[in-house]
């Protein structure tokens, strides 16, 4: 009985680790989880939005490995509300009574390559490349626009500077010299 239990346990890590996931939301649902907070006295969050489309090879390789990867994860989760957007979505969103669209594929069905939606070109300052990110202050301003596939490595560097404050006082450069992460 012992080794069964044993071999459970062990065949069971896995999938433990695995099983560790971001918890994704839409642009909407991240303002409105940042109004709740604000309502409820707690402080509000930045929001890291990840534009993506749905044809993208670098964007699928940024979920399978980078997005993964159990420090990124955790510290994600831990300090973001974390957006997943498509940058060719359909649909109309209003946020603070301003309307976003698709204008080359209003109430389409289905996402059309290189048709954008609003809220796309916005987040990523018009460089339109995928996948891209961007994050938001605790206020809602954007802070930067970070373009391209990141390496779990190279993207805790980028998540702590930011997550951190860090961009508050010292440049990316400095702080690069000197951060210890935990991803080898």
């Known amino acids: 009985m012992k080794k069964y239990?044993?071999?459970?346990?062990?065949?069971?890590?896995?999938?433990?680790?695995?099983?560790?996931?971001?918890?994704?939301?839409?642009?909407?649902?991240a303002l409105e989880m940042n109004a709740q907070r604000v309502q409820q006295n707690m402080p509000a969050?930045?929001?890291f939005a990840d534009i993506y489309t749905d044809w993208c090879g670098w964007c699928r390789h940024m979920d399978a490995t980078t997005f993964s990867?159990?420090?990124i994860v955790k510290y994600m989760q831990q300090n973001?509300?974390?957006?997943?957007?498509?940058?060719?979505?359909?649909?109309?969103?209003?946020?603070n009574?301003?309307?976003?669209?698709?204008?080359?594929?209003?109430?389409?069905a289905t996402t059309r390559r290189g048709a954008y939606h609003d809220l796309g070109p916005m987040l990523l300052r018009g460089q339109m490349s995928f996948p891209s990110y961007t994050i938001l202050d605790e206020n809602g301003q954007q802070l930067d626009v970070i373009a391209g596939y990141k390496d779990a490595?190279?993207?805790?560097?980028?998540?702590?500077?930011?997550?951190?404050?860090a961009y508050k006082t010292t440049k990316f450069?400095?702080?690069?010299?000197?951060?210890q992460g935990k991803i080898q």
Do not use: C, M
């Open 5 to 29: 239990i044993l071999i459970v346990a062990v065949i069971s890590i896995p999938f433990t680790v695995a099983a560790q996931q971001i918890q994704w939301y839409s642009f909407e649902q």
């Open 45 to 47: 969050k930045k929001i």
């Open 69 to 71: 990867n159990p420090e």
């Open 80 to 95: 973001f509300i974390n957006v997943k957007l498509n940058a060719e979505r359909t649909d109309t969103v209003r946020i």
């Open 97 to 108: 009574n301003q309307i976003f669209v698709n204008k080359s594929n209003p109430g389409g």
């Open 153 to 165: 490595k190279s993207f805790e560097l980028i998540l702590h500077f930011i997550g951190d404050n």
């Open 173 to 179: 450069d400095e702080y690069s010299k000197t951060f």
